[in-house]
Structures are given as structure tokens and as C-alpha cells.
């Protein structure tokens, strides 16, 4: 690599420009910006809106958009939108949701809105000078900021407090501004960080001002101002609960006595195993990620809470927790969901907008006790496979389709493979095949044999599988 090949000023080149540069790394160039532009919005505005969400944009991708129809959390109906690209998580979502809707619903609470931004800096004086001078400071920082917070704290929110954290035990000379914030509906990373930044300033202004500060205390370096992802006083506390006696279901092939000991077992596990609690809460997340994608949230900010706060006792373990006394079943999911209802892309994404008005416009409060009610329906759902029939039935079930438009199948080919795969386990392989039957079978009777094609097939496949 010379450096005449590394690319500068790319992002300044045209969106057409770009669209040739991606091309060009392609065989058929022509085909790849063709299709680039298929995926454009027909409404030249819209496209533009897209295009200025992100930089070097050059088309859209899309992701299923779909809905957990009904789901009752604290006695109200939702209708909840979800994006996700994995067959069976809406599936997984609507059975949990339709489960415990007629065992009294999904119960959940919010504990508080306080998030935290912290300004990292390095300082070598007298801890104590700082320390006596922090009511002081707060007093500037609170106030220099007011051209920032006047709406918020208008709207109930803003600058809860700011403390002084000592750091020097770990790394010399280094402290931590700790601010608690309250941004209402909002996600709130830019209100924030804009009050951080403008902290960094004051800060240093005021050990260079101020006179107890003399020599080396005049400085002050500041080594990052930023939001902290990690948000453990924005807990939701959701559970479902009825008695095991109710538990009993035709899907469940066991007493409510035996599922109930089962899934006790299947949470405990998730508990003392790393391996096991990583996927127990990607499932809790596969459903809290894809109400956060299709309401324009940052899923990767409430992932990453969520994994910490996981790991709070210095053991990464389950979020959620089964209580079984009084022949009572209390299946509960506690951790940190910050979401918001205003700014981010959530009025600007049109189908952020359309999922904010599904829900009945919600405020960020009852949108985190929606986002955890899903998780939790998710995460029921998956256990409740996992120590029943498996995973996989109802995962290659959804699996299928998948399978089917890789192989390019036919309207009529799909139909075959769905009657033929209800009797017949479900395999990338076992599709693949049972394709190549039905189209050399089609292709030798030329297409006369829709009638008994299924058991030809059947015959055809069973040779093989007997070879
Ligand atoms: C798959 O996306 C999620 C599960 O693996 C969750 C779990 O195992 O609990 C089914």
C-alpha cells in the first residue's frame, strides 16, 4: 500500500460518485448501482432524509418491519411495532404476549430517569481546595449551562446534581466530574454531551480564576467529557405471575408442576453460567433491541446497559429471576431499558413516527415498560421451547421461507415444501434437496404431476436417505 492509494476526501465526492466507487469493487458494476438505486424511496425528499441520517450514505437496507399484534402490560393494550432481521423473534414475542394476556398480563414499573455524564480530568493540587470549592463550581456549571437546560428543566428535567469523584487510587492525579441528568422523554446523548463540554470549559476557567489555586492547581487537562451508556438507576422492573396451577397449557407437553420445576431450573442455569446467561439475555434482547429499532432508539446503547448492569456483581449472569412459593409462578425481568419518545430519529424516521403513534404515543417511561414487557415475553417464550419441545421446531419452521428464497423457489414449489416439511425435519439441506427432487420430478413429467409430486418425492428422498 503506497500512499497514493489511500483515499482522501471521499466523503465529499457526490452520492452518484459513491455509488461508482462502491461498484467498481464488483464484477458487474452496472447491475450493483442499479440495484443500489432500486432500494432508493421513490419521493426524492424521503430518500434525501435518509440520506442525511448517516455519512457516504449510498442506498437504504431494509429490515423487516412487523408487529407483536396484542400485548397487555399494567391493564393497557399495545400494539407493538418490531424490527428485527431473525426469523421467529416476532413469532416468539406474539406467543409470550398471548400466553400471560390471559393470565393477568405483563406488571412493570419504572424506578427512576436519572442518567450520567461524566468529565474525565487530570489535576495535580490540593484534593482538599477542590473539594471545599465544589458547592461553588456546581453553582457556575449549573448556571453557564441554562441556555442548554432551560427547556428541559422546563419540561421537569435537567442538571440533577454533579459530584466530585476521586480517582487517584487508580490512575495518579485523575478525577471524574459526576453529573446525574434528568432527560424526560428524550434519549438525551446530545443534551448531555453538550452540557459536559460545556462543563470541560467552565472548569478549567475556574482553577485558573479562582485564588486558593496556585502553581501546577492553575491547570487542569481534560481528557474526555461524555455520557455514560451506563444507566443502572433507569430500572424496569416487569414480571408476569399467576399460579402454577395455571400454567397448564395444551402446547406444554407436562404438568404445570413439571414446567414450573423445569423453567426454575432452566433460570438458575442462566444464572451461574456465563455461556448459558449470554444467550438467556440475547433472547430478553431480541426482543427489547427490535421495539428500540423500530421507535428510532439506540439498541446498542441499551445492549451495552444492559450486558453491564448483568455483570454489576463482578459475575456476568440472568436478568431475569423466578420466584415459585405459595403455588405461585413470578417470572420477573429487572435491568436498565433507557429509551426516549422525542429527538434522535424517532419523529424523523417515518416509521419511528408511525410506531410512536401505534403505541399511543407513549412517553419514555411507559416505552421502557413496553421495550422490557417484549423482552421478557421474548425470553419466556424461548424457555418455555427450550425445556419443551426445542428450539428448533419453531425456529426451521420460520427457518424455511428463508431457505426457500435462497433457493429461488416458486409460489408453487414454496407450497409443496411447506405440506411436505410439516411431516419432515427442517435442514438447509433437507430443503435443498427437497427442492432438486420437486424440480427434477417437475422437469422429467413436465409439470404434469401436482397431484402425487409430494410422494414422489417422499419416495425419492427416502432412497437416498436409505443409501
Ligand atoms: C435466539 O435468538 C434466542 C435464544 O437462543 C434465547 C435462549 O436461548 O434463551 C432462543
Redesign the pocket.
Known sequence: MTKSNILTGFSKLTKYQKIEYFAQHFENPKEVVEELISYFYKDPQKQKLFDEFSENTISNYYLPYGILPQIIINNKSYTVPLVIE?C??VA?ASSGAKFWNTRGGFHSEVKSMKKIGQVHFIWKGDKRKLEQSMPELKKILIENTNHITHSMVARGGGILDIELVDMTHEIPHYYQLKATIDTRDSMGANFINSCLEEFSIDLQKFFKEKDIFVGSEKECTIIMAILSNYTPECLVNTYVECDIKDLADPSINMTPEEFAWKFEKAVKI?QIDIH?AT??N??IF?GVDAVALATGNDFRAIEACGHAYASRNGKYSSLTHLELENGKFKYNLSAPFALGTVGGITALHPLAKRSIEVLGKPDAEELMKIAASVGLA??FS??K??ITHG?QKG?MKMHLSNILNYLDATLEEKKKAFEYFKHHKISFKAGTNFINELRKISSNNNQKQNGNSETQINHSLDVKASL
Open positions: 431473525e421467529s423473534v416468539a442462566a448459558r444467550t438467556h440475547k433472547g431480541n421474548n425470553n424461548a424457555i421451547a427450550l428450539i425456529h
